[in-house]
């Protein structure tokens, strides 16, 4: 069964920065790709950065720019480096991997105050 812990969600002020990890049962390499992903209050869930398998990364173009995405394979950890936050990036941020289905962890919320 896969499992994803997201943590390192907060409270930061705008301008501040967090890093966001996530733990996987298994390998990460069995997965097609990992990515993070946000919902904020009343809206639906979207995109903010993915890693495939073979490294390649794709962003938002809200987070372009501010936001990078790793992966630690020894570890079984993706991270998400946020920098100059802004109060726009408030959401729970989701951990997914991605195979033939998409698994979620229980999400980590971030609070951005201006």
């Known amino acids: 069964q896969v499992q994803l812990v997201e943590s390192g969600g907060g409270l930061v002020q705008a301008g501040g920065s967090l890093r966001l990890s996530c733990v996987v049962s298994?390998?990460?390499?069995?997965?097609?790709?990992m990515g993070w992903y946000r919902q904020a209050p009343g809206k639906q869930r979207e995109l903010v950065a993915t890693v495939t398998s073979l490294g390649s990364t794709n962003y938002a173009e809200s987070v372009k720019g501010r936001f990078t995405i790793s992966r630690e394979h020894a570890k079984k950890t993706v991270y998400l480096q946020m920098n100059n936050l802004k109060p726009e990036d408030t959401a729970v941020y989701y951990c997914?991997?991605?195979?033939?289905?998409?698994?979620w962890g229980q999400g980590t919320q971030v609070t951005v105050s201006s």
């Open positions: 997914a991997a991605h195979r033939s289905d998409v698994y």
């Open positions: 298994g390998s990460i390499f069995s997965f097609n790709a």
